[in-house]
């Protein structure tokens, strides 16, 4: 069975730098495309950073150079190292798995839970 | 302001069909991109209901139908049911963006 389990959210001042971790389990994590999105309170969903299996990330423009997304193979493990944190960046944040849809589109079937991140002094 | 637009809100009675649209442009639905939606319960991670335009998963009930035609796509609900009431979202591509992620502003939908 797929599953998604995300941690490390929590409150942080702004400035500060946070770690997500996305475990999965009945798939390997270094073999699919995967993406971070999140969702800040009452707003709609925004894609913040993937990474496809071949290791090529990308990340959305109010994160570039503040977040980087990796991967454990051994921990079936994808993290979401946040830097420099604002209040913007409050979200929860959810991991999802890519399904190949064409051409460069994927869709995402299965979601983790999500994880609250609250910048704030 | 996303790419992809659908209107803010939408509501219907029980029993009848309500319609959620997302406009695109001719760089993303419009140039053959899939569509793909998602179901939003208050407090949970978004659900998928309808991939590559209009195929259900396993489990969605046959009252979701999508529909794709030009540059935008349409999410169909029959029988609208009080457990209806939820956010949705479309996804498309856009070949002058990074990323599949690229979502609709989402629709909320109030079953009064």
């Known amino acids: 069975e797929v599953q998604l389990v995300e941690t490390g959210g929590g409150l942080i001042q702004p400035g500060g730098s946070l770690t997500l971790s996305c475990a999965a389990s009945?798939?390997?994590?270094?073999?699919?495309?995967m993406i971070w999105v999140r969702q800040a309170p009452g707003k709609g969903l925004e894609w913040v950073s993937l990474?496809?299996?071949?290791?090529?990330?990308y990340y959305t423009e109010s994160v570039k150079g503040r977040f980087s997304i990796s991967r454990d193979s051994a921990k079936n493990t994808m993290y979401l190292q946040m830097n420099s944190l604002r209040a913007e960046d409050t979200a929860v944040y959810y991991c999802?798995?890519?399904?190949?849809?064409?051409?460069?589109?994927?869709?995402?079937?299965?979601w983790g839970q999500g994880t609250l991140v609250t910048v704030s002094s | 302001q996303s790419v992809l637009t659908q209107p803010p809100s939408v509501s219907g009675a029980p029993g009848q069909r309500v319609t959620i649209s997302c406009t695109g442009s001719?760089?993303?639905?419009?140039?053959?991109?899939?569509v793909h939606w998602y179901q939003q319960l208050p407090g949970t991670a978004p659900k998928l209901l309808i991939y590559?335009?209009?195929n259900r998963p396993s489990g969605v009930p046959d009252r979701f139908s999508g529909s794709k035609s030009g540059t935008s796509a349409s999410l169909a609900i029959t029988g609208l049911q009080a457990e209806d009431e939820a956010d949705y979202y479309c996804?498309?591509?856009?070949?002058?963006?990074?990323?599949?992620?690229?979502f609709g502003g989402g629709t909320k939908l109030t079953v009064v």
């Open positions: 009945g798939f390997s994590v270094s073999s699919n495309y």
């Open positions: 999802a798995r890519g399904e190949f849809s064409t051409y460069d589109e994927y869709y995402f079937h299965y």
């Open positions: 990474i496809y299996s071949g290791g090529v990330t």
């Open positions: 001719s760089s993303n639905i419009g140039a053959g991109f899939d």
């Open positions: 590559r335009n209009s």
């Open positions: 996804q498309s591509y856009d070949n002058r963006l990074t990323g599949s992620g690229l």
